[in-house]
T-cell receptor, first 114, second 116 residues
């Protein structure tokens, strides 16, 4: 079991640039989640998908953020244009449908916007 | 809406001493409760979960947690801690509404510091 795979592990970019974060969920999982972690706000749920369909994107902070899941094995989180306040660790997680199914997290992408 | 409160942002404990990390939740529907651990520069790893049945749940690394419905608590305990337990610990709830499952709602985390 390869677990949830995120890339890149680290991303440093300049303000105004486009950033794309990638995630490969665990095979067979039908839920996929994007979280953001900062010291000030802790872990925040940005958006989640069920069977590749976005279910709740109320946590996406602004229109600069967008997420897609074109198929069951791949998702992207895009920030365009990026700003320094977007600096954070972004986690992808996946889970099965069953009640009480835990989320399995990737190792995260540390984003720094200068 | 559900929420999770971890009462202590930081807990210092001497090695081999017992520890309890506190967690309280609020929700208007049935919840499923989890504890995760995060080591530096890593993702979150599941420690244990409560779904139903016995209120005492055992997890990995010698941790256990007790679900108390009347007090809406899910405190994490370990009888004897080790230096390697130094990490951030997160309590979380997942709810299931008529439309399906929601994501996990996390507490702010408790930093467990083990002192030699």
């Amino acid at each position: 079991d390869a677990g949830v795979i995120q890339s890149p592990r680290h991303e440093v970019t300049e303000m105004g640039q486009e950033v794309t974060l990638r995630c490969k969920p665990i095979s067979g999982h039908d839920y996929l989640f994007w979280y953001r972690q900062t010291m000030m706000r802790g872990l925040e749920l940005l958006i989640y998908f069920n069977n590749n369909v976005p279910i709740d994107d109320s946590g996406m902070p602004e229109d600069r953020f967008s997420a897609k899941m074109p198929n069951a094995s791949f998702s992207t989180l895009k920030i365009q244009p990026s700003e320094p306040r977007d600096s954070a660790v972004y986690f992808c997680a996946s889970s099965l449908t069953g009640r009480g199914s835990p989320l399995h997290f990737g190792n995260g992408t540390r984003l720094t916007v200068t | 809406a559900q929420s999770v409160t971890q009462l202590d942002s930081q807990v210092p404990v001497f090695e081999e001493a017992p520890v309890e990390l506190r967690c309280n939740y609020s929700s208007s529907v049935s919840v499923y409760l989890f504890w995760y651990v995060q080591y530096p520069n890593q993702g979150l790893q599941l420690l244990l979960k409560y779904l139903s049945g016995s209120t005492l749940v055992k997890g990995i690394n010698g941790f256990e947690a007790e679900f108390n419905k009347s007090q809406t608590s899910f405190h994490l305990r370990k009888p004897s801690v080790h230096i390697s337990d130094t990490a951030e610990y997160f309590c979380a709830v997942r709810v299931y509404s008529g439309g399906g499952a929601d994501g996990l709602t996390f507490g702010k985390g408790t930093h467990l510091i083990i002192q030699p």
